[in-house]
């Protein structure tokens, strides 16, 4: 017998980010009701210039009802599009910059409990200077930040996002010791 065996699936509201499933689920002999929140995928960008400053990006997050530090990020404009076209759209998009090289760094998983949203993260470097295409309902302002302060805001809880936090201790990681 499996120990964990889905039984049926139903959608319970369809969003524009999002959908929400309630799925039945059969666990060890027992029959149990799980919240499913299915996401089609994002990517985001570690981007770094000339001058070893990360562009980050500050913008109002609903969800939490205040303006977060994060790595510029979207998600896929369909779920079959390449994970670095998304990035590389969203880089520009976000920032107004366009990377001369575009390199994977890893994957997360978001909220792996309930939901199955995935972002392939991406370093970007060789930065050229184009213009920002917000969408309309987007207010995002570009900073510049070094590396230590972003790992100190981490470090002291002031900064919580996931996919920001795996993407800067994963470069600091790999590029940046000794």
């Known amino acids: 017998m499996e120990p964990v065996k889905r039984l049926k699936r139903e959608l319970r509201a369809k969003g524009t980010v999002i959908n929400l499933y309630k799925d039945t689920v059969e666990v060890n002999g027992n029959i149990a ?8 995928g994002a990517a985001a960008v570690v981007a770094v210039d000339a001058d070893g400053k990360f562009l980050m990006v500050r913008q109002y997050r ?3 009802d205040r303006f977060t530090l994060e790595l510029p990020a979207g998600k896929l404009d369909d779920p079959k599009e ?7 759209r969203e880089l520009e998009e976000e920032t107004g910059y366009r990377a001369g090289k575009m390199e994977y ?9 309930f939901c199955n949203e995935k972002i ?24 510049r930040w070094n590396i230590e ?8 809880g002031k900064m919580t996002d ?3 936090i795996a993407g800067i201790l994963t470069y600091d990681a790999k590029y940046n010791r000794a």
């Open 162 to 164: 996931s996919k920001t």
């Open 33 to 40: 009701e799980w919240d499913y929140i299915h996401h089609d």
């Open 149 to 156: 302060d972003l790992k100190q805001m981490i470090y002291e």
């Open 105 to 113: 760094l890893l994957t997360v998983n978001t909220t792996v409990a």
């Open 120 to 143: 392939d993260l991406y370093l970007a470097t060789d930065l050229t200077k184009t213009e920002q295409h917000l969408d309309p309902d987007e207010e995002i302002n570009v900073e």
């Open 82 to 88: 390449p994970t670095l076209e998304c990035a590389k």
């Open 62 to 64: 609903n969800a939490l």
